[in-house]
Every structure is written in C-alpha cells, then in structure tokens.
T-cell receptor
Framework: DTGVSQDPRHKITKRGQNVTFRCDPISEHNRLYWYRQTLGQGPEFLTYFQNEAQLEKSRLLSDRFSAERPKGSFSTLEIQRTEQGDSAMYLC?????????????FGPGTRLTVL | GNSVTQMEGPVTLSEEAFLTINCTYTATGYPSLFWYVQYPGEGLQLLLKATKADDKGSNKGFEATYRKETTSFHLEKGSVQVSDSAVYFCALSPFSGGYNKLIFGAGTRLAVHP
C-alpha cells in the first residue's frame, strides 16, 4: 500500500498527558499537511510543511502543539498537556509539489480521545 | 476571509434520483474549488476539482461548475446509487503562498435507499 499512513489509528489518554502522532506521506510528495476534524464538522487546517520546512501554522495550533518533519519524509504532531477539547480526528495529507491545485491524499486519521 | 458554506444534511434520496448539494464560498483572490467524499469507514478522497471560473469538474457521474458570479460550486449527479451514500465536503484552496491548504465546509451526509 503506497498511500498515506498514520499511526496510531486510535489514542485514548488522560487529561494532562502528552501524545505524539506519526504520519508517513506518499514517498515522492514534498508537501505535507495536518488537519483536525471534530464530529460533524469538516477538517480544519493546522499546519503545512514543504520538505522539512514548516511554512504555515494555523492559529488553532496553540503553544501546546508542535509538529516536525525532520528529514522531509515522515512527520510527527505532538500535543502536550492534553485537554478534553483536543479530542478529535487528526488527519494528515500529502501532495506533490507541482501544479496549481495538486490533489491532497489523506491518511485514515488518528482518533484522539482525552478523558 | 475564506470560508465555505454547504447545505446541511442529511440528504435522503431514492436510488436513481437526481442529486444536488449546494456549496457557496467566500474568498479573496481566485481560489481553486474541490469536492471531497468520505465513504463509511474510509478516508477522504478527492471527487472532483475546478481551478478557474467556468471550469467544470467531473468524476464518477458527478459534476460541479465553478461559478464566480454566484460564488458557487454545486455538486450534481443525474442518478444516484446506493453506493454513493457518503459524506461530501466542499472545499476551497486560496491562491496564496504557492501551496494549497484546504478550507472545508461542514460536510453533507447523503443516504441513498434502494
């Protein structure tokens, strides 16, 4: 399977704990995006990487959130001191770097539940 | 700012009925427009896109036309099937920064009955 993969698929944690999610994009894609989706809503943009450079962060990404893409391949999203409001589906997507509106390919998501 | 508004669901249709899901947008500049679909238990998939005014995107019998004058990108299909049951998201990508973050609507759930 050469699609976007995310790990873990589900994460249950207690309030105040730290969690880290991983995304492996399609290998030749240099653009990588993180989105967050809550129940009944569309995904909301969190952050964008081109290769290893983080070029935009949404205001939704508070100081407790940090994302990295150290070698321009996989990416991690860490949430520190989780809160119940962080419960959501976290989606990763990748796309090629060429074209005016290249398709973003989405992973299956990591569902986070904060108790 | 940039935003997308789409009709609330659920939309319930009988097989072979005509489908319209309305989508309107607000954007600065000249966005690209998309419809993504999420089938039960699966991830988001691109259904179709249009990158400039009057473009028509089409795929799997679905169509949508980029209407700049009405800031709309309504999704249509002439004859729906049970297998079309899914959640449909309208999205735009602002023309900024040389990349394509997506701004999504809230989604419209479609249920098609035999």
């Amino acid at each position: 399977d050469t699609g976007v993969s995310q790990d873990p698929r589900h994460k249950i944690t207690k309030r105040g704990q730290n969690v880290t999610f991983r995304c492996d994009p399609i290998s030749e894609h240099n653009r990588l995006y993180w989105y967050r989706q809550t129940l009944g809503q569309g995904p909301e943009f969190l952050t964008y990487f081109q290769n290893e450079a983080q070029l935009e962060k949404s205001r939704l990404l508070s100081d407790r959130f940090s994302a990295e893409r150290p070698k321009g391949s996989f990416s991690t999203l860490e949430i520190q001191r989780t809160e119940q409001g962080d419960s959501a589906m976290y989606l990763c997507a990748s796309s090629p770097g060429q074209g005016a509106a290249p398709e973003q390919f989405f992973g299956p998501g990591t569902r986070l539940t904060v108790l | 700012g940039n935003s997308v508004t789409q009709m609330e669901g659920p939309v319930t249709l009988s097989e072979e009925a005509f489908l319209t899901i309305n989508c309107t947008y607000t954007a600065t500049g000249y966005p690209s427009l998309f419809w993504y679909v999420q089938y039960p238990g699966e991830g988001l998939q691109l259904l179709l896109k249009a990158t400039k005014a009057d473009d028509k995107g089409s795929n799997k019998g679905f169509e949508a036309t980029y209407r700049k004058e009405t800031t709309s990108f309504h999704l249509e299909k002439g004859s729906v099937q049970v297998s079309d049951s899914a959640v449909y998201f309208c999205a735009l990508s602002p023309f900024s920064g040389g990349y394509n973050k997506l701004i999504f609507g809230a989604g419209t759930r479609l249920a098609v009955h035999p």
